[in-house]
């Protein structure tokens, strides 16, 4: 790992105290093209916000878990009660606290899960518990939606 990776870890280490340097990898550069509601709904070329000017599809414009879970109801996810990997679900996390919606993740088939943290870099994460505390408060939804069928050939 080149010396500056290292450098960026630690640095991700300092805001995210839960992260562990074997538990997670950075994925992308960082970019202030996209935020972590968009990268959970998988699109990478937007800033989804709640505030005027932004992109805020299926939700009234207000920062509570109750509008972020009717975004991405309106993007055919459903409530679940938990964040274990299912073969045919995609499935996303919101995290709160006490003020509204703080973040979301997607998880990966593998079970592992994908946050874009800000402005800064993409990561690939092991829990959902390591991005809790601080500014991301905790999971406060899990939801799923069927995964698109993989055409072959």
Same mark, same amino acid.
């Given at each position: 790992m080149s010396g500056r990776r290292r450098t960026l870890k630690k640095h991700l280490m300092r805001l995210f105290p839960r992260l562990r340097a074997g538990s997670? @990898?950075? $994925?992308?550069?960082?970019t202030p093209l996209y935020n972590c509601i968009a990268f959970a709904a998988g699109v990478v070329d937007e800033w989804w916000e709640y505030r005027r000017g932004y992109t805020w599809p299926n939700a009234g414009r207000n920062p509570s878990l109750d509008e972020a879970i009717e975004l991405f109801a309106g993007l055919g996810f459903a409530v679940c009660d938990n964040d274990l990997p299912e073969t045919?679900?995609?499935?996303?996390?919101?995290?709160?606290?006490? #003020?509204?919606? $703080?973040? #979301?993740?997607? @998880?990966?088939?593998s079970g592992r899960w994908l946050s874009k943290l800000g402005k800064l870099q993409d990561i690939e994460h092991k829990r959902l518990v390591d991005l809790t505390g601080g500014d991301y408060g905790d999971v406060k939804?899990?939801?799923?939606?069927?995964?698109?069928v993989k055409s072959v050939g």
């Open positions: 997670f @990898q950075i $994925t992308s550069r960082p045919h679900w995609e499935k996303i996390a919101i995290y709160g606290d006490h #003020a509204g919606y $703080t973040h #979301a993740a997607r @998880q990966l088939e939804q899990i939801m799923r939606r069927r995964r698109p």
